[in-house]
């Protein structure tokens, strides 16, 4: 089986610093023209050089998710990378909100639009909708981001895919870690890790605890979390792979979204620190339990034959609080109470075969994936200033399945041109069953979607320092179960929402021009047809979406990475998102043709500079830029732009097999006062979620090797 080494050209420093503390003396320039050649991803569903996809994929390191973090939120060490925009690290009742393109920007509740795998298992359900409350920073190796029309290998996902991994154990030094950090807003986080090889067996298994009381009233967090993961070599060509996940969290509490402008039922941005008064009332938030269980084949048969297998389970409980109910007078079902019950199983298998297609160099891969997603919901009333569950609201099964062939071709037209043909095949089916008939209705249903994606791709390499791309694509991407919600009852699906569908145009440019620097170019433009829009609540207070006619997004993003000398890095990234409705009227006749998509800047940039001491001494400073966010679909009114700096300082030193890290991280450190994310279309006006101020974590780690 193939195991490339992943590293990152913005890795070099860091990794001469750890041989060096060890008390090896390596020159950082040969070691970086070493690392360049060993950078390989799986953007494409398979093992290839980063700079020979015909796409753009973005790619951090251990280094940059974990080295000196808070780990809250794998945007800390995302937001390096172009085309995403991320909001709500604050929030982990509503979970981060990412979005490629544009692409996941409506969601009110997590991650839409976007493709998430954990060591190849999905985290993203059938239906579309993602989440990373399961995700173990603490343990992560490094994630792949592919923006574009490469994403449609991966199924009904209109931006991109995030393929994430956990670390392996090291292979001839067993280890255990030790990690405790603490900060502002009673934050507290402790870690234990440990990870080696026994033989045939690698393994890595990490346990943490977090605690955070919030920057907002009412944003208080707490959560355990077991990540691990098992790898058994059969023989040389084989091996299985078994994780096991698991994650307690008891309380994630919202705030919710301030308004403009206060009256004597909301909360405005003037008071930033406080929650809206709803959110305290019904007391809002949620708390999760989840299983998960994955195991994975790996075959190789010589040179030309690889297979993969993959089988998983999840199991989830899942119960919310929402920020409405029942006030007061005759006592009716009105929703408030979320309880859900689900069980998700999937697998799927993978074959490549590398030979030669009329003389020329040609890999084929044809893969399956299989998934199912069973879930029961209950919601009941939710009654102010009470602990008191009221009547049931909805009571229904809701059932999603989902099958996916793909097929792909890379021919080596020559040495210099390679030609990258593929498509997949979706059907995805929902199942409603209704079970709530006080309202004298059964509103059970089915509805299924079926579409095929094809995609073209053009490789043009020169060499290290110039690799030119172009990709034609389309993609496609259903209703989640709840945005399925009945616009007209508690119950049932709403018949009339539609698959939206894009086609992708992408051309760009990537290579390294010294040993010592990366950059990338993509341009793009994307045409989508009912694209799907939240439009209001219904009767049982679920959010219900509509149907956009046509949205049309141009973009540009750039990124550059140098080290100008050994132990100083400096990273930039720069995006343009132009993303405009060209025909959308809402059921009340308004048209929103010119306007522009919300909740994404038209402009953003990122800018880090870290130096990395023979001494053991680092220190990372970085800038995010962010361009002011309309709020709705009207562009009524906008989160301002914003500019918020970030310092981490840190010192690492062996005694003996030990090594001890310190460190030290200054958020905000100019004290901004700024909406960290904005609720799109919140149909109270309860757009904004304001940031926290200047705040500090520090910690230490402790390995013993």
Do not use: C
Not at 516 to 531: C, G, Q, V
């Amino acid at each position: 089986m193939l195991r490339s080494i992943i590293l990152n050209v913005s890795s070099v420093p860091r990794v001469s610093l750890a041989l060096l503390l060890a008390g090896t003396a390596v020159s950082a320039p040969t070691q970086g023209a070493d690392l360049l050649k060993d950078i390989t991803v799986q953007a494409t569903r398979v093992d290839k050089s980063l700079y020979e996809v015909p796409a753009s994929v973005g790619y951090v390191d251990s280094e940059d998710i974990q080295f000196g973090r808070q780990q809250l939120g794998i945007d800390e060490s995302l937001v390096r990378i172009p085309g995403l925009f991320m909001q709500n690290r604050y929030n982990f009742a509503q979970d981060l909100r990412i979005s490629i393109r544009g692409f996941g920007s409506r969601s009110s509740f997590g991650i839409r639009g976007i493709k998430l795998y954990v060591d190849g298992i999905p985290a993203t359900l059938p239906d579309g909708q993602g989440g990373v409350d399961s995700i173990d920073i603490g343990s992560l190796d490094r994630m792949e981001v592919v923006r574009g029309p490469a994403s449609s290998l991966y199924g009904t996902a209109s931006g991109g895919v995030i393929n994430m991994y956990t670390e392996d154990g090291p292979e001839n030094q067993p280890f255990i870690e030790a990690r405790t950090s603490f900060g502002s807003y009673n934050f507290r986080k402790h870690q234990i890790k440990a990870g080696g090889q026994a033989d045939r067996l690698n393994y890595l298994v990490n346990l943490s605890r977090l605690e955070l009381d919030g920057y907002r009233d009412h944003s208080k967090t707490e959560n355990v979390l077991l990540n691990s993961k098992f790898r058994y070599d059969i023989d040389p060509s084989a091996d299985v792979t078994l994780t096991f996940n698991a994650v307690d969290s008891p309380e994630a509490d919202d705030p919710g979204g301030l308004v403009r402008s206060g009256n004597a039922f909301n909360v405005d941005i003037s008071t930033p620190s406080a929650a809206q008064r709803n959110n305290l009332r019904f007391d809002a938030g949620e708390s999760v339990k989840q299983q998960q269980l994955g195991l994975l084949y790996n075959k190789s048969i010589g040179d030309r034959h690889e297979f993969s297998l993959r089988n998983y389970y999840v199991l989830r409980d899942f119960y919310a609080k929402l920020p409405f109910g029942y006030f007061g007078g005759p006592l009716v079902p009105s929703g408030g109470i979320v309880d859900l019950q689900r069980f998700y199983v999937g697998g799927g298998g993978q074959y490549s075969y590398t030979g030669a297609l009329s003389g020329m160099n040609n890999r084929f891969t044809v893969g399956l994936d299989l998934d199912s997603q069973m879930d029961e919901r209950v919601n009941y009333t939710n009654i102010v200033n009470s602990d008191v569950i009221g009547p049931k609201s909805l009571d229904q099964e809701e059932d999603v399945f989902s099958w996916g062939l793909y097929m792909q071709d890379e021919l080596a037209l020559s040495d210099s041109l390679e030609l990258t043909l593929g498509a997949r095949y979706d059907v995805v089916s929902f199942d409603f069953s209704d079970r709530y008939f006080v309202d004298g209705s059964d509103d059970s249903g089915k509805i299924t979607f079926s579409e095929i994606s094809p995609r073209i791709g053009l490789l043009w390499s020169l060499g290290d320092a110039l690799n030119l791309y172009g990709n034609l694509g389309t993609s496609f991407e259903t209703p989640s179960s709840r945005e399925f919600a009945n616009p007209t009852a508690a119950g049932g699906f709403n018949p009339d929402l539609k698959a939206q569908t894009a086609v992708n145009y992408e051309i760009g440019i990537k290579g390294a021009l010294t040993p010592r620097s990366d950059y990338e170019l993509a341009l793009f433009r994307i045409e989508t047809e009912n694209e799907l829009i939240l439009a209001g609540q219904n009767p049982a207070g679920s959010d219900y979406y509509t149907n956009a006619g046509e949205t049309l997004r141009h973009g540009l993003e750039a990124s550059l990475k140098l080290q100008p000398m050994p132990g100083l890095n400096l990273s930039f990234a720069y995006t343009y998102s132009n993303f405009e409705f060209s025909r959308f009227t809402d059921s009340f006749g308004t048209s929103f043709a010119g306007k522009r998509i919300p909740g994404i800047p038209e402009h953003s940039a990122f800018a880090e500079l870290a130096y990395y001491a023979p001494s053991g001494f680092y220190t990372i400073w970085d800038t995010q830029y962010v361009d002011r966010v309309f709020v709705d679909n009207a562009n009524s009114d906008s989160a301002s732009s914003y500019g918020v700096s970030n310092l981490r300082l840190g010192y690492s030193r062996y005694y003996g097999d030990t090594e001890v890290t310190t460190f030290l991280g200054i958020n905000n450190i100019f004290d901004k006062q700024y909406i960290g994310s904005v609720r799109v279309n919140e149909s109270n006006n309860r757009f904004f979620e304001p940031a926290p101020e200047r705040n500090l974590f520090a910690g230490i780690a402790v390995r013993f090797n």
